[in-house]
């Protein structure tokens, strides 16, 4: 459960990045943005995507004493779905580039929309494409892929949705751009690609290192495999973690809410994460938030400031020209 200093320091954090980006918005709204992404995440990381109870526990512990109707604020959100992938991504980014992170693992799961019965009478999604299979489990699905990348210690740093039938390795064509030079990724078999190995090493420098098959034509030694299986068993937790937070069925009427919902419980996850950092230093709660609001706000107001500043040095440089 997020406790008070934590909601605050989220609220700060997100709204501090959404002035920092210039993010504009109607000055005569009641409840702005930055709220609707705090009561989001919270419905997500302790009410099990329920915002319903989010918005009513926001409400009477005096977070936000205007909270909108349901409706209102569910059309609100949906709205806010792109921006909430650009926060993700923000933050991620300056937390590889604070903890110097060269370890990643991928990995993905499935998310059913319905039941194969069921699959004719699916309003969600049409289409052959949405129809998966998942190796792991020998069973087929109906729904939504999700392509997830994580650090050694369990922290989602980048995500992506794909159609159930869409192979892992196409999905890793776009994600891997978003690692730093001369990370290691780790992956399953599932993401065999000897041209895609060979061109990240060439033209990224990351090192791909995929789980051989018996009847690979590249292979590994023992101490290889062993490195390989360790780092793995910590996606498939991390995966596992994602999944403790969903409810027993994911209530959606549209795919872009459906996504929405999706990633909303990643970022919660990630901010769950983040209370590790927390219990590692020995911070109490108003430190942590302290701590929390210079681990990320410091350096992205220091970068806006640097930009600023070369847009000034340009524009005095354009003049004298």
């Keep these: 459960m997020l406790c008070k200093d934590k909601i605050t320091a989220i609220f700060c954090l997100i709204d501090d990045i959404l002035k920092g980006i210039n993010h504009q918005e109607d000055v005569r709204r009641s409840l702005s943005d930055s709220e609707i992404i705090t009561t989001a995440l919270v419905s997500a990381s302790s009410f099990y995507g329920n ?7 926001m409400k009477q512990y005096g977070f936000i004493p205007k909270m909108l109707s349901k409706s209102r604020f569910n059309r609100r959100l949906h709205k806010l779905g792109d921006l909430l992938h650009q ?3 923000i933050i991620c980014t300056y937390y590889k580039n604070i903890c110097c992170e060269m370890q990643y ?9 319905c039941h194969n019965v069921r699959i004719i009478k699916s309003k969600i999604l ?13 069973n087929y699905f109906y729904g939504v892929k999700v392509q997830l990348i ?33 990370a290691s990724i780790y992956a399953d078999s599932a993401y065999t690609d000897y041209e895609l190995e060979d061109r990240a090493l ?14 690979s034509k590249r292979v590994d030694t023992k101490a290889q495999t062993q490195e390989k299986l360790t780092m793995r ?9 994602i999944k ?25 996850l990630l901010l769950i994460k983040t209370t590790a950092i927390k219990w590692q230093l020995g911070l109490t709660n108003k430190k942590y938030v302290s701590f929390a609001l210079i681990y990320f706000s410091t350096f992205y107001r220091a970068q806006a400031a640097t930009l600023k500043l070369i847009s000034k040095i340009c524009i005095t440089c354009g003049r004298k020209k």
């Design 87 to 89: 926060l993700f991504d």
């Design 51 to 57: 915002q319903s109870s989010a918005m009513l526990f």
């Design 150 to 182: 994580t650090t050694q210690k369990g922290m989602p740093i980048a995500f992506h949705f794909t159609p159930g039938k869409t192979a892992d390795a196409k999905a890793l064509h776009k994600m891997i751009h978003q690692l730093p030079a001369e």
């Design 105 to 113: 693992i991928i990995d993905s799961f499935p998310v059913a929309v």
């Design 233 to 241: 068993k910590r996606i498939e937790t991390a995966i596992s973690d």
């Design 126 to 138: 049409k289409g052959k494409k949405w129809r998966g299979y998942t190796a792991s489990m020998k």
């Design 244 to 268: 403790k937070l969903f409810p027993k069925s994911i209530h959606a009427i549209t795919l872009r809410g459906l996504l929405v919902k999706l990633t909303l419980f990643i970022f919660g």
């Design 202 to 215: 060439e033209k990224y420098g990351i090192w791909l290192k995929v789980q051989r098959k018996s009847n």
